[in-house]
């Protein structure tokens, strides 16, 4: 059997837990690179439920991660809501603030990943602590409206298609690949918008 038909056959097996979670998260990532407020609803109730599928495929990070995900969901609701996400300004870290990040998320993620492959049976342990860590800050970014948080989804999207395949979660794995150009997607939306936002502070 090719991978192609591996992956195919996988996906007929998808539980509908899995269908509405994944169904949930692609409208999320297109509903928050449109920069709707809406976008943070979907985005609840696929954490919630990938919050379970992470669990029962022993990738405990990712689930802790994923209740993180829910927490964020609330939290970027209110704090969308208190400043219109149609108005509000999109914002750009220096380089410092990133570097600072990908220090201290790659710190963390080595640390998380030494203690739960040294006390667990938690499967890819570096590989799901990675992923957890930069998108703990990815998902703080998006909160605030901060353009680069789209070039960290591109590579935790891509690190998570291995991830989710080895545990044969296929259409989770596909929907990752989805979420990969979306994010592409996403950071020319935003980027345009941005520039937008500079012509007509420079015109004032």
Known sequence: MSFFESVWEGIKA???IEWLA???????VILVAKRLIICWLFAFIGSTLFVYLCYTGNLYIE???QLFYVAMAIVGWLSWKRSSPENASIKIWGINKHILNIVLSGVLSLVLGFIF?????QAN???????TCYSLSATFMVAQKVLGNWIYWIVIDLVSIYLYAQ???NLTAVQYGIFTILAVFGFIAW?????SQKNITSSK
């Not at 994944?22 to 999320?28: C, D, F, K, N, T």
């Not at 980027?191 to 520039?195: D, F, I, L, M, T």
């Open 63 to 65: 689930s802790i991660l």
């Open 125 to 131: 342990p570096y590989v799901d602590a990675f992923t």
């Open 22 to 28: 994944v169904g949930s998260s692609i409208a999320y």
């Open 191 to 195: 980027h345009n918008e941005y520039k």
């Open 117 to 121: 492959d040294t006390y667990t049976n």
């Open 14 to 16: 998808t539980s509908l």
């Open 167 to 169: 545990r044969d979660y």
